[in-house]
Protein backbone atom coordinates (compact mmCIF):
# COMPACT_ATOMS: atom_id res chain seq x y z
CA UNK A 1 0.00 0.00 0.00
CA UNK A 2 1.51 3.47 -1.37
CA UNK A 3 1.58 6.32 1.15
CA UNK A 4 -1.38 8.36 -0.24
CA UNK A 5 -3.27 5.29 -0.07
CA UNK A 6 -2.48 4.60 3.57
CA UNK A 7 -3.57 8.36 4.48
CA UNK A 8 -7.27 8.06 2.40
CA UNK A 9 -7.49 4.92 4.43
CA UNK A 10 -6.37 6.47 7.80
CA UNK A 11 -8.81 9.44 6.91
CA UNK A 12 -11.44 7.41 6.27
CA UNK A 13 -11.37 5.41 9.04
CA UNK A 14 -10.78 8.29 11.18
CA UNK A 15 -14.19 9.84 9.49
CA UNK A 16 -15.88 6.39 10.03
CA UNK A 17 -14.61 6.65 14.18
CA UNK A 18 -16.26 10.56 14.14
CA UNK A 19 -19.11 9.78 12.65
CA UNK A 20 -19.94 6.86 14.68
CA UNK A 21 -19.13 8.79 17.88
CA UNK A 22 -21.36 11.41 16.70
CA UNK A 23 -24.35 9.57 15.78
CA UNK A 24 -23.33 7.81 19.28
CA UNK A 25 -23.12 11.30 21.40
CA UNK A 26 -26.54 12.20 19.10
CA UNK A 27 -29.01 9.72 20.10
CA UNK A 28 -27.14 9.51 24.24
CA UNK A 29 -27.87 13.26 24.34
CA UNK A 30 -31.39 12.99 22.54
CA UNK A 31 -32.66 10.52 25.11
CA UNK A 32 -30.92 12.18 27.88
CA UNK A 33 -32.71 15.82 27.15
CA UNK A 34 -36.38 14.74 25.45
CA UNK A 35 -38.99 13.79 28.25
CA UNK A 36 -40.16 10.47 27.84
CA UNK A 37 -43.39 11.43 30.36
CA UNK A 38 -45.33 14.77 30.36
CA UNK A 39 -47.35 15.44 33.59
CA UNK A 40 -50.25 17.68 33.88
CA UNK A 41 -50.00 19.98 36.59
CA UNK A 42 -53.02 21.50 38.14
CA UNK A 43 -54.25 24.76 36.22
CA UNK A 44 -53.67 27.84 38.32
CA UNK A 45 -54.15 31.13 36.74
CA UNK A 46 -51.90 33.56 36.78
CA UNK A 47 -53.80 37.13 36.74
CA UNK A 48 -51.35 39.61 37.44
CA UNK A 49 -47.79 40.25 37.30
CA UNK A 50 -45.29 39.61 40.25
CA UNK A 51 -42.80 41.77 38.90
CA UNK A 52 -41.71 44.90 40.99
CA UNK A 53 -43.13 47.61 39.14
CA UNK A 54 -40.66 49.69 37.21
CA UNK A 55 -41.82 53.35 38.94
CA UNK A 56 -40.47 55.72 36.02
CA UNK A 57 -43.32 56.40 34.32
CA UNK A 58 -42.26 57.76 30.00
CA UNK A 59 -43.72 59.92 28.00
CA UNK A 60 -46.16 58.35 25.41
CA UNK A 61 -45.79 59.81 21.85
CA UNK A 62 -48.45 60.08 19.16
CA UNK A 63 -48.44 57.92 16.59
CA UNK A 64 -48.56 60.79 13.28
CA UNK A 65 -46.24 62.91 12.27
CA UNK A 66 -46.18 65.64 14.66
CA UNK A 67 -43.20 64.76 16.85
CA UNK A 68 -44.70 66.21 19.45
CA UNK A 69 -45.76 64.00 23.10
CA UNK A 70 -49.42 63.73 23.66
CA UNK A 71 -49.38 64.23 27.32
CA UNK A 72 -50.00 60.72 28.28
CA UNK A 73 -47.71 58.44 30.30
CA UNK A 74 -47.02 54.69 30.39
CA UNK A 75 -45.17 52.64 32.52
CA UNK A 76 -42.61 49.84 31.09
CA UNK A 77 -44.29 46.91 30.00
CA UNK A 78 -42.52 44.22 31.96
CA UNK A 79 -44.83 40.12 31.15
CA UNK A 80 -43.02 39.14 28.00
CA UNK A 81 -43.11 36.02 26.11
CA UNK A 82 -40.71 36.09 23.18
CA UNK A 83 -41.24 33.46 20.65
CA UNK A 84 -37.29 32.71 19.76
CA UNK A 85 -37.15 31.33 16.25
CA UNK A 86 -34.09 30.06 15.04
CA UNK A 87 -31.31 31.67 12.95
CA UNK A 88 -33.12 35.40 12.73
CA UNK A 89 -30.92 37.53 15.08
CA UNK A 90 -32.80 36.12 18.41
CA UNK A 91 -29.75 35.52 20.72
CA UNK A 92 -29.09 39.24 19.88
CA UNK A 93 -32.74 40.03 20.95
CA UNK A 94 -32.01 37.60 24.13
CA UNK A 95 -28.96 39.70 25.28
CA UNK A 96 -31.75 42.79 25.00
CA UNK A 97 -33.71 41.13 26.92
CA UNK A 98 -31.37 39.93 29.40
CA UNK A 99 -30.57 42.89 30.58
CA UNK A 100 -34.11 44.45 30.75
CA UNK A 101 -34.64 41.45 32.88
CA UNK A 102 -31.82 42.17 35.32
CA UNK A 103 -32.57 45.95 35.78
CA UNK A 104 -35.81 45.44 36.65
CA UNK A 105 -35.45 42.40 38.83
CA UNK A 106 -37.85 40.11 36.40
CA UNK A 107 -38.23 36.46 37.27
CA UNK A 108 -37.46 34.46 34.03
CA UNK A 109 -38.83 30.98 33.60
CA UNK A 110 -36.21 29.47 32.23
CA UNK A 111 -35.10 25.82 31.28
CA UNK A 112 -33.61 23.02 33.44
CA UNK A 113 -30.59 21.47 32.21
CA UNK A 114 -30.10 23.17 29.15
CA UNK A 115 -30.66 26.09 27.11
CA UNK A 116 -33.50 25.32 25.30
CA UNK A 117 -37.07 23.57 26.21
CA UNK A 118 -36.99 20.23 25.25
CA UNK A 119 -36.93 21.27 21.33
CA UNK A 120 -38.15 19.72 19.10
CA UNK A 121 -41.56 18.54 21.34
CA UNK A 122 -44.04 21.02 22.05
CA UNK A 123 -43.41 23.21 24.94
CA UNK A 124 -45.09 22.18 28.36
CA UNK A 125 -45.08 24.29 31.66
CA UNK A 126 -43.29 21.08 33.62
CA UNK A 127 -40.18 21.99 31.44
CA UNK A 128 -39.61 25.19 33.45
CA UNK A 129 -36.99 25.03 36.17
CA UNK A 130 -38.85 24.72 39.27
CA UNK A 131 -42.35 24.98 38.20
CA UNK A 132 -45.08 24.63 40.52
CA UNK A 133 -48.70 25.43 39.70
CA UNK A 134 -49.24 29.27 40.53
CA UNK A 135 -46.16 30.50 40.28
CA UNK A 136 -45.46 33.82 38.72
CA UNK A 137 -43.26 34.42 35.65
CA UNK A 138 -42.13 37.74 33.82
CA UNK A 139 -40.19 36.48 30.93
CA UNK A 140 -40.02 33.13 28.91
CA UNK A 141 -37.64 33.86 26.26
CA UNK A 142 -35.66 30.33 25.00
CA UNK A 143 -36.05 27.92 22.32
CA UNK A 144 -39.68 26.48 22.52
CA UNK A 145 -41.99 24.95 19.94
CA UNK A 146 -44.68 27.13 20.48
CA UNK A 147 -47.78 25.17 22.59
CA UNK A 148 -50.02 28.65 23.45
CA UNK A 149 -52.43 26.96 25.91
CA UNK A 150 -49.20 25.95 27.91
CA UNK A 151 -47.82 29.47 27.46
CA UNK A 152 -50.77 31.03 28.13
CA UNK A 153 -51.05 28.99 31.79
CA UNK A 154 -47.49 29.89 33.12
CA UNK A 155 -47.64 33.93 32.34
CA UNK A 156 -49.77 36.49 33.39
CA UNK A 157 -52.87 37.53 30.99
CA UNK A 158 -51.55 40.51 30.00
CA UNK A 159 -48.28 39.28 28.77
CA UNK A 160 -46.99 40.66 25.62
CA UNK A 161 -46.11 38.22 23.00
CA UNK A 162 -43.57 39.43 20.83
CA UNK A 163 -41.44 37.26 17.74
CA UNK A 164 -39.20 37.85 14.93
CA UNK A 165 -38.88 36.52 11.45
CA UNK A 166 -36.57 36.27 8.51
CA UNK A 167 -36.68 36.11 4.46
CA UNK A 168 -36.76 32.37 4.42
CA UNK A 169 -34.44 31.83 1.52
CA UNK A 170 -31.77 33.56 3.88
CA UNK A 171 -33.07 31.68 7.06
CA UNK A 172 -32.86 28.14 4.81
CA UNK A 173 -29.09 29.13 3.52
CA UNK A 174 -28.00 29.93 7.46
CA UNK A 175 -30.10 27.04 9.18
CA UNK A 176 -28.75 24.63 6.15
CA UNK A 177 -24.79 25.68 7.39
CA UNK A 178 -25.26 25.48 10.65
CA UNK A 179 -27.62 22.35 11.40
CA UNK A 180 -27.17 20.83 8.24
CA UNK A 181 -24.29 18.02 9.68
CA UNK A 182 -27.33 17.30 12.62
CA UNK A 183 -29.59 15.87 9.78
CA UNK A 184 -27.94 12.49 8.83
CA UNK A 185 -29.66 12.22 5.26
CA UNK A 186 -27.17 15.37 4.15
CA UNK A 187 -24.43 13.14 4.47
CA UNK A 188 -24.76 11.76 1.25
CA UNK A 189 -25.00 15.14 -0.45
CA UNK A 190 -22.04 14.61 -3.00
CA UNK A 191 -19.84 17.43 -4.00
CA UNK A 192 -18.60 20.23 -1.39
CA UNK A 193 -21.27 22.40 -2.34
CA UNK A 194 -23.89 20.54 -0.37
CA UNK A 195 -26.21 23.33 -0.48
CA UNK A 196 -26.93 23.69 -3.95
CA UNK A 197 -26.92 19.99 -4.56
CA UNK A 198 -29.89 20.10 -1.93
CA UNK A 199 -31.74 23.13 -3.89
CA UNK A 200 -31.63 21.20 -7.11
CA UNK A 201 -32.96 18.07 -5.89
CA UNK A 202 -34.41 18.49 -2.40
CA UNK A 203 -36.90 15.38 -2.30
CA UNK A 204 -33.88 12.64 -2.53
CA UNK A 205 -32.14 14.41 0.89
CA UNK A 206 -35.47 14.87 2.81
CA UNK A 207 -37.63 12.78 4.84
CA UNK A 208 -40.28 14.75 7.09
CA UNK A 209 -39.74 11.61 9.49
CA UNK A 210 -36.43 11.68 9.50
CA UNK A 211 -34.31 12.76 12.55
CA UNK A 212 -33.93 16.85 12.62
CA UNK A 213 -35.39 17.21 9.45
CA UNK A 214 -37.70 19.92 10.14
CA UNK A 215 -34.10 22.16 10.36
CA UNK A 216 -34.30 21.97 6.79
CA UNK A 217 -37.86 22.82 5.42
CA UNK A 218 -40.27 25.50 6.69
CA UNK A 219 -38.56 26.10 10.15
CA UNK A 220 -40.50 28.66 11.15
CA UNK A 221 -43.58 27.61 10.62
CA UNK A 222 -42.73 24.13 12.59
CA UNK A 223 -41.04 26.92 15.26
CA UNK A 224 -44.90 27.91 15.86
CA UNK A 225 -46.04 24.37 16.78
CA UNK A 226 -47.43 24.13 12.83
CA UNK A 227 -47.01 20.90 10.44
CA UNK A 228 -43.79 22.19 8.22
CA UNK A 229 -44.46 19.62 5.85
CA UNK A 230 -48.18 20.49 4.63
CA UNK A 231 -48.74 21.06 0.93
CA UNK A 232 -49.11 25.09 0.38
CA UNK A 233 -53.14 24.92 -0.32
CA UNK A 234 -53.93 22.85 2.98
CA UNK A 235 -56.39 25.08 4.78
CA UNK A 236 -54.13 24.39 7.75
CA UNK A 237 -51.59 26.94 6.09
CA UNK A 238 -54.21 29.87 6.81
CA UNK A 239 -55.35 28.43 9.93
CA UNK A 240 -51.91 28.46 11.28
CA UNK A 241 -50.73 31.71 9.91
CA UNK A 242 -54.14 33.27 11.48
CA UNK A 243 -53.84 31.53 14.74
CA UNK A 244 -50.37 33.19 14.94
CA UNK A 245 -51.28 36.41 14.19
CA UNK A 246 -53.79 36.15 16.90
CA UNK A 247 -51.11 35.29 19.87
CA UNK A 248 -48.12 38.33 18.56
CA UNK A 249 -48.72 41.83 19.21
CA UNK A 250 -45.46 42.68 17.44
CA UNK A 251 -43.77 40.40 15.16
CA UNK A 252 -40.01 41.88 14.08
CA UNK A 253 -38.03 41.27 11.43
CA UNK A 254 -34.47 40.59 10.93
CA UNK A 255 -34.11 42.57 7.59
CA UNK A 256 -35.28 45.75 9.97
CA UNK A 257 -34.18 44.95 12.59
CA UNK A 258 -33.77 49.07 14.17
CA UNK A 259 -37.05 49.64 12.95
CA UNK A 260 -38.73 46.75 14.88
CA UNK A 261 -36.75 47.45 17.99
CA UNK A 262 -38.24 51.11 17.89
CA UNK A 263 -41.59 49.26 17.15
CA UNK A 264 -41.36 47.69 20.28
CA UNK A 265 -39.96 50.38 22.30
CA UNK A 266 -43.57 52.00 21.12
CA UNK A 267 -45.35 48.68 22.07
CA UNK A 268 -43.41 48.13 25.38
CA UNK A 269 -43.37 51.49 26.91
CA UNK A 270 -39.46 50.85 26.82
CA UNK A 271 -36.29 53.53 26.49
CA UNK A 272 -33.91 54.03 23.88
CA UNK A 273 -31.05 53.16 26.05
CA UNK A 274 -32.92 49.42 26.94
CA UNK A 275 -32.63 48.79 22.80
CA UNK A 276 -28.75 49.10 23.04
CA UNK A 277 -26.94 46.05 20.95
CA UNK A 278 -23.83 44.44 19.75
CA UNK A 279 -24.75 41.91 16.77
CA UNK A 280 -24.40 38.64 18.31
CA UNK A 281 -23.80 35.30 16.61
CA UNK A 282 -22.75 36.55 13.49
CA UNK A 283 -21.43 34.17 10.82
CA UNK A 284 -17.70 35.42 8.89
CA UNK A 285 -18.67 36.58 5.29
CA UNK A 286 -16.56 33.73 3.78
CA UNK A 287 -19.24 30.65 5.03
CA UNK A 288 -22.27 32.64 3.49
CA UNK A 289 -23.31 31.31 0.78
CA UNK A 290 -24.32 34.08 -1.55
CA UNK A 291 -27.99 32.41 -3.19
CA UNK A 292 -28.20 33.09 -7.27
CA UNK A 293 -31.21 34.37 -8.33
CA UNK A 294 -32.34 30.89 -9.41
CA UNK A 295 -30.80 28.91 -5.56
CA UNK A 296 -33.24 32.15 -4.32
CA UNK A 297 -36.32 30.91 -5.74
CA UNK A 298 -35.96 27.30 -5.20
CA UNK A 299 -35.23 28.09 -1.50
CA UNK A 300 -38.41 30.21 -1.78
CA UNK A 301 -40.08 27.42 -3.49
CA UNK A 302 -38.80 24.78 -0.95
CA UNK A 303 -40.10 26.95 2.13
CA UNK A 304 -43.01 28.11 0.56
CA UNK A 305 -45.73 28.10 4.07
CA UNK A 306 -42.75 29.83 5.49
CA UNK A 307 -42.28 32.57 2.86
CA UNK A 308 -46.37 32.81 2.95
CA UNK A 309 -45.79 33.24 6.68
CA UNK A 310 -43.06 35.75 5.99
CA UNK A 311 -44.83 37.87 3.48
CA UNK A 312 -48.33 38.35 5.86
CA UNK A 313 -46.25 39.81 8.93
CA UNK A 314 -43.93 42.10 6.37
CA UNK A 315 -47.41 43.74 5.18
CA UNK A 316 -48.63 43.91 8.90
CA UNK A 317 -45.10 45.76 9.91
CA UNK A 318 -45.30 47.90 7.73
CA UNK A 319 -48.78 49.11 8.27
CA UNK A 320 -47.16 49.54 12.02
CA UNK A 321 -44.30 51.65 10.76
CA UNK A 322 -46.52 53.98 8.59
CA UNK A 323 -48.63 54.21 11.96
CA UNK A 324 -45.83 55.13 13.82
CA UNK A 325 -44.70 57.41 10.78
CA UNK A 326 -42.18 57.43 8.47
CA UNK A 327 -40.18 60.31 9.13
CA UNK A 328 -40.14 59.86 13.09
CA UNK A 329 -39.02 56.30 12.31
CA UNK A 330 -36.03 57.52 10.48
CA UNK A 331 -35.71 59.73 13.00
CA UNK A 332 -35.17 57.23 15.87
CA UNK A 333 -33.35 54.68 14.40
CA UNK A 334 -30.81 56.97 13.94
CA UNK A 335 -30.41 58.01 16.83
CA UNK A 336 -30.17 54.25 17.81
CA UNK A 337 -27.35 53.88 15.60
CA UNK A 338 -25.30 56.82 16.77
CA UNK A 339 -25.72 55.20 20.62
CA UNK A 340 -24.77 51.77 19.55
CA UNK A 341 -21.92 53.51 17.13
CA UNK A 342 -20.99 54.84 21.07
CA UNK A 343 -21.30 52.38 22.65
CA UNK A 344 -18.99 50.02 20.25
CA UNK A 345 -16.34 52.30 20.77
CA UNK A 346 -16.49 52.53 24.20
CA UNK A 347 -16.61 48.42 24.37
CA UNK A 348 -15.22 46.41 21.62
CA UNK A 349 -11.81 46.32 21.63
CA UNK A 350 -10.86 47.11 17.72
CA UNK A 351 -14.17 48.25 17.16
CA UNK A 352 -15.76 45.16 15.55
CA UNK A 353 -16.00 41.47 15.34
CA UNK A 354 -13.28 39.35 15.19
CA UNK A 355 -12.89 35.08 14.17
CA UNK A 356 -13.24 32.61 17.06
CA UNK A 357 -9.44 31.48 17.28
CA UNK A 358 -8.42 35.57 18.31
CA UNK A 359 -11.13 36.11 21.04
CA UNK A 360 -9.22 35.98 23.91
CA UNK A 361 -11.57 35.23 26.65
CA UNK A 362 -13.04 31.71 26.98
CA UNK A 363 -16.60 33.78 28.52
CA UNK A 364 -17.04 35.60 25.33
CA UNK A 365 -16.16 32.46 22.88
CA UNK A 366 -19.45 31.78 20.82
CA UNK A 367 -21.26 28.83 20.46
CA UNK A 368 -19.83 26.87 17.21
CA UNK A 369 -21.57 24.78 14.59
CA UNK A 370 -19.85 21.01 14.51
CA UNK A 371 -16.66 20.86 11.86
CA UNK A 372 -15.99 25.23 12.07
CA UNK A 373 -15.43 28.04 13.93
CA UNK A 374 -17.25 30.57 11.34
CA UNK A 375 -19.30 32.52 14.50
CA UNK A 376 -17.28 35.20 15.04
CA UNK A 377 -17.39 37.50 18.23
CA UNK A 378 -15.97 40.13 20.38
CA UNK A 379 -13.12 40.97 23.02
CA UNK A 380 -13.74 43.84 25.64
CA UNK A 381 -12.11 47.14 25.45
CA UNK A 382 -8.84 46.46 27.65
CA UNK A 383 -9.05 50.27 29.11
CA UNK A 384 -13.07 50.21 28.85
CA UNK A 385 -14.26 52.84 31.08
CA UNK A 386 -15.49 51.87 34.68
CA UNK A 387 -18.45 53.75 34.47
CA UNK A 388 -19.55 51.54 31.16
CA UNK A 389 -17.40 48.59 31.99
CA UNK A 390 -19.92 46.52 33.75
CA UNK A 391 -22.53 46.98 30.88
CA UNK A 392 -20.20 46.38 28.24
CA UNK A 393 -19.74 43.02 29.57
CA UNK A 394 -23.13 42.16 29.34
CA UNK A 395 -23.91 43.42 25.89
CA UNK A 396 -20.73 40.93 24.61
CA UNK A 397 -21.71 38.02 26.60
CA UNK A 398 -22.77 35.13 24.41
CA UNK A 399 -26.05 33.57 25.02
CA UNK A 400 -25.14 30.07 26.87
CA UNK A 401 -22.45 32.32 29.12
CA UNK A 402 -25.31 34.43 29.99
CA UNK A 403 -27.75 32.01 30.95
CA UNK A 404 -25.05 30.22 33.00
CA UNK A 405 -24.55 33.94 34.96
CA UNK A 406 -28.47 33.68 35.36
CA UNK A 407 -28.22 30.27 37.05
CA UNK A 408 -29.08 27.84 34.36
CA UNK A 409 -27.77 24.49 34.86
CA UNK A 410 -26.61 24.08 31.47
CA UNK A 411 -25.13 20.52 32.01
CA UNK A 412 -26.67 18.61 28.63
CA UNK A 413 -25.51 21.80 26.84
CA UNK A 414 -22.14 22.07 27.90
CA UNK A 415 -21.66 18.40 27.29
CA UNK A 416 -22.94 18.49 23.76
CA UNK A 417 -20.40 21.57 23.12
CA UNK A 418 -17.67 19.27 24.73
CA UNK A 419 -18.45 16.76 21.73
CA UNK A 420 -18.50 19.76 19.35
CA UNK A 421 -15.20 21.05 20.65
CA UNK A 422 -13.77 17.52 20.36
CA UNK A 423 -14.98 17.30 16.30
CA UNK A 424 -13.82 21.17 15.46
CA UNK A 425 -10.25 20.52 16.56
Partial sequence: MTGRQGRQWRSMCKGLVLGTFLTTCMILLYCLSTPQIYFTPPEVPVPYSCAHRPSQLHPKQTTNTSQKPSGQFCSPKVDIMFMKTHKTASSTFLNILFRFGEKHRLKFAFPHSRNDFFYPSLFQRSQVKDYRPGMCFNIICNHLRFNAPEVAKLLPTDTSYITILRDPAELFESSFHYFGRLVPLTWKIPGDDKLTE????????????????????????????????????????????????????????????????????????????????????????????????????????????????????????????????????????????????????????????????????????????????????????????????????????????????????????????????????
Fill in 198 to 425: FLLDPHSYFDPEGFNSFYLKNLLFFDFGQDNTLQLDDPRVDEGIKLISGHFQLVMLVEYFEESLILLKDTLCWEMNDLLFFKLNARKGSTVSKLTPELRARALEWNAIDWKLYQHFNQTFWRKVDAYGRQRMAEDVAELRRRNKKMASICIEGGHAVEAGNIYETAMQPWQPIGEKSIMGYNLKKNADKAHRNLCRKMLTPEIQYLTELGVNLWITKLWGYVRDLINL
